[in-house]
């Protein structure tokens, strides 16, 4: 019985793990329902919400404030954000 039960538990860790794995690595992520406008060059390593020049997925820049990453926030934000820059 021990053997079955360690079998079970290993293959429910895996599942935990693979779920959590795809979550993050997920794609662009969805545009908010509030007015926004995209800000590069603020985000810290691995926060981006969509694709860069040199990563195909949100949440893998590769160093802080990296000029073509970007972020959904408040339309008017950005302008208030030092080196925030709108995307278009």
Same mark, same amino acid.
Not at 3 to 9: D, P, R, Y
Not at 42 to 48: D, E, L, R
Not at 54 to 83: E, H, L
């Given at each position: 019985?021990?053997? &079955? &039960?360690?079998?079970?538990?290993?293959?429910?860790?895996?599942?935990?793990?693979?779920?959590?794995?795809?979550?993050?690595?997920?794609?662009?992520?969805?545009?908010?329902?509030?007015?926004?406008?995209?800000?590069?060059?603020?985000?810290?390593?691995?926060?981006?919400?969509?694709?860069?020049?040199?990563? &195909?997925?949100?949440?893998? &820049?590769?160093?802080?404030?990296?000029?073509?990453?970007?972020?959904?926030?408040?339309?008017?934000?950005?302008?208030?954000?030092?080196?925030?820059?709108?995307?278009?």
């Amino acid at each position: 019985m021990k053997t &079955s &039960s360690a079998l079970l538990g290993s293959a429910f860790a895996a599942a935990l793990s693979l779920a959590a794995l795809g979550a993050a690595q997920a794609g662009p992520a969805e545009k908010p329902s509030f007015k926004f406008e995209k800000c590069g060059g603020v985000i810290k390593a691995g926060m981006n919400d969509c694709q860069t020049a040199t990563s &195909s997925c949100a949440g893998t &820049s590769k160093k802080d404030n990296q000029a073509d990453a970007w972020i959904y926030v408040p339309a008017g934000t950005c302008a208030k954000i030092n080196g925030g820059a709108v995307k278009t």
